[in-house]
Nanobody
């Protein structure tokens, strides 16, 4: 059992930055990867980024590549998503997700069994 709590969302102007945090608790030793997904109104939840819990390997959606950075602090059981040069199209509810299995690709939301409640990110134009 793993629980996830996101924080750091808010309102930022076009071109600004935000850092999201995802604090994990419970059986974190079983984790394979932790990722971020986002969902805008009327849109399907989409993959943003993920990091391997033990390997540190990262993956990014093309839409955020070069602007977002993901990192993790295993000692603190926390994953961060640094978002730079934000655009209005980045506006969405951002969800932290975790997985213990490795069958699905990192960007496939079907592979994640634990989800946080989400944090709102709004980028004004």
């Amino acid at each position: 059992q793993v629980q996830l709590v996101e924080s750091g969302g808010g309102l930022v102007q076009d071109g600004g930055s935000l850092r999201l945090s995802c604090a994990a608790s419970g059986r974190t030793s079983s984790l394979y990867a932790v990722g971020w997904f986002r969902q805008a109104p009327g849109k399907e939840r989409e993959f943003v980024s993920a990091v391997g819990w033990t390997t540190g390997g990262t993956n990014f959606a093309d839409s955020v590549k070069g602007r977002f950075t993901i990192s993790r602090d295993n000692a603190k059981n926390t994953v961060y998503l640094q978002m730079n040069r934000l655009k209005p199209e980045d506006t969405a509810v951002y969800y932290c997700a975790a997985r213990t299995g490795s069958y699905y690709r990192l960007g496939d939301k079907r592979g994640y069994e634990y989800w946080g409640q989400g944090t709102q990110v709004t980028v004004s134009s």
